[in-house]
């Protein structure tokens, strides 16, 4: 038989024909092996269609393209009845209902493509199965009922099993977020304690440095005097013109000045630290003639060099250098002096290069080296390496010079191979640095910060330190206003995204007071400016990334905005 011949067909003769419709219906999509739902599906279709078209004729076939279906026609009863309302159940449970003009056309699709043989077995299946009754069919269709019910009913369950379990999950999660956030506030008040204690302990630490500092200048100074008074007597005692003295007097009157000398020479050593640390120390800038450094320090320190140590001072390079000769000499001195104490064969040598805009002055020795456990401390004020390494001294050189270097914007490095020597480079600015022209506490700067967190403020506050002169602090844009309007910063670093009006509000308000014109506004901000609307930090003179601030970042903002 062809695939197009009709798998069955059947005329709704009676009332109980709604009934044999439904059944074969049924029988129909089970034999093209359609789902059991599906399968209602079609017979319920079935009998609500029928059930308004008495003496139809019902014809049952499958098309393949252009998707596998089981296509219905009902044909040939007085069609022109009104069937909308089973048209109506039927559309919602097939694929397809259409009205044409001599009847209807039901479809719905296939779980596959038939084959003929599954065809042709189907309509020897159906051909052999006989109608029931309607009693039969009405209880078939009960049980169909029923076991819908309680697909229904399952779903119902699961539905409600599920429900409970969504609630338990968020409740779970509700309890995991506020356990989060209690922690996430508990370490934020760590933090900010941790903060206002470093901060205490900061300044803790600056009085005592300070302190240190005082105490240091004022008995340097205090004891200079008596010791230069000793220097003086024994000179007066030791001139030829003076009453002449034993000779052992003679000789022990020498030992006194020798003393007297070294002791001077250390509380001078005192005495210049202490000043450089106070700050007390200005450089005085000018261009420095580098051949006549080099020159003075060959002349004067080869005659500390031992026997079968060489002094090697290089020609220095052709750079034009603005710094301070005098406390660059001081530096090279006191590493040259160091260099020959420590070496005791081979060579003591410094030389000079260009490196960008940095001159690097190098001391090398091949001397008794520093001990690696040693090498960061011996920067530390008085520490002197023990042993083979102790040679006098007071062990305030190498703090000095690294401070001195400081002072003059650059800075002192240092590698060391025990047993094998040293090097000491100083890095200078051939002009002066940021750092070094960075306002100092005296020159600028008035700041204030704006941020509503902490942690930034204290942080900007740090890189502010000897940059500016006093720094105010806001945690929002109205209050940063207010400050703005009473004290008149000379800078403004102002944070974008606060709760309680954001900087963008405060940077309208600056706009509306002619006299805080000239207040220079950086905004320090997490956010990308370019997401922000155009426009809104046209008042602003820079924009630094938090992810940024740092010392240097902040030096170079002030003096390029502040000069
Ligand atoms: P000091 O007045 O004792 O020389 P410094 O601060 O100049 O003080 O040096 C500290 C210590 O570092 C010295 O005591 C010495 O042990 C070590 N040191 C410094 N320079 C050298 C060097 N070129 N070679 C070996 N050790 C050195």
């Given at each position: 038989m062809s695939a197009a011949a009709p798998l069955l067909r059947l005329v709704l003769h009676d009332d109980h024909a709604v009934f044999v419709l439904r059944q074969r219906g049924r029988e129909v999509a089970a034999a093209l092996g359609m789902e059991h739902q599906d399968q209602v599906r079609v017979a319920t279709a079935l009998s609500e269609i029928g059930r308004q078209l008495p003496g139809a004729t019902v014809t049952f076939t499958t098309e393949e393209a252009p998707r596998p279906r089981l296509v219905i026609v009902v044909s040939g009863a007085a069609m022109g009845t009104d069937v909308s309302e089973g048209v109506a159940s039927a559309a919602r449970l097939m694929d397809e209902v259409r009205v044409e003009d001599e009847r209807i056309v039901l479809a719905r699709r296939l779980p596959g493509r038939p084959d003929p043989q599954r065809l042709d077995a189907a309509r020897e299946v159906l051909a052999a199965s006989a109608p029931t009754t309607a009693l039969d069919e009405l209880s078939v269709q009960n049980r169909q009922l029923v076991a819908a019910l309680e697909q229904v009913q399952a779903h119902r369950d699961e539905l409600l099993q599920l429900n409970a379990e969504l609630e338990e999950t968020n409740r779970g999660v509700m309890a995991l977020y506020t356990q989060l956030s209690e922690e996430l506030e508990q370490t934020n008040q760590g933090v900010v304690a941790l903060y206002a204690e470093l901060d205490e302990r900061s300044a803790q630490l600056r009085d005592a440095n300070e302190a240190k500092s005082r105490f240091l200048a004022n008995v340097s100074h205090e004891l200079r005097a008596p010791v230069t008074a000793i220097i003086g007597l024994a000179r007066l005692l030791l001139d030829p013109r003076s009453e002449p003295l034993t000779a052992e007097q003679t000789h022990q009157l020498q030992l006194v000045q020798g003393s007297a000398g070294d002791l001077l020479d250390r509380v001078n050593d005192l005495l210049d630290l202490a000043k450089a640390e106070s700050g007390r120390i200005e450089p005085n800038l000018a261009p420095v003639d580098l051949a006549a450094v080099f020159g003075q320090l060959r002349g004067t320190l080869r005659?500390?060099?031992?026997?079968?140590?060489e002094l090697e001072v290089d020609e220095p390079p052709a750079a034009e250098l603005v710094s301070d000769d005098v406390l660059l000499t001081q530096i090279l001195r006191n590493l040259l002096t160091n260099a020959l104490k420590f070496t005791e064969r081979g060579s003591v040598g410094m030389a000079g290069r260009v490196e960008g805009d940095q001159l690097l002055l190098v001391v090398a020795d091949t001397g008794i080296g520093i001990p690696f456990a040693e090498q960061r401390r011996?920067?530390?004020?008085f520490h002197q390496v023990r042993g083979a390494h102790?040679?006098?001294?007071?062990?305030l050189g190498l703090p000095y010079a690294r401070r001195l270097a400081g002072l003059l914007g650059g800075g002192l490095m240092m590698v060391s191979e025990p047993g094998e020597g040293s090097t000491f480079t100083v890095s200078l600015p051939l002009r002066p640095a940021p750092a070094e022209a960075a306002p100092g506490p005296s020159s600028v700067a008035r700041a204030l910060l704006v941020d509503d967190d902490p942690a930034a403020r204290h942080l900007l506050r740090q890189a502010l330190g000897g940059i500016a002169a006093e720094v105010t602090e806001a945690a929002d844009a109205r209050s940063g206003l207010a400050i703005a309007v009473r004290e008149?910063?000379?800078v403004i670093f102002l944070d974008l995204r606060m709760p309680g009006g954001d900087g963008t509000e405060l940077l309208a308000g600056l706009g509306e007071h002619p006299d805080l014109a000239h207040v220079v506004v950086v905004v320090v901000t997490?956010?990308?400016?370019?997401?922000?609307?155009?426009?809104?930090?046209?008042?602003?003179a820079a924009v630094l990334p938090k992810s940024e601030v740092s010392r240097a970042a902040v030096a170079e903002v002030v003096g390029r905005l502040l000069r």
């Open positions: 005659p500390l060099a031992k026997p079968g140590v011996v920067f530390e004020e102790q040679a006098g001294g007071t062990g008149r910063p000379d997490a956010a990308d400016p370019a997401e922000l609307p155009a426009g809104a930090l046209d008042r602003a």
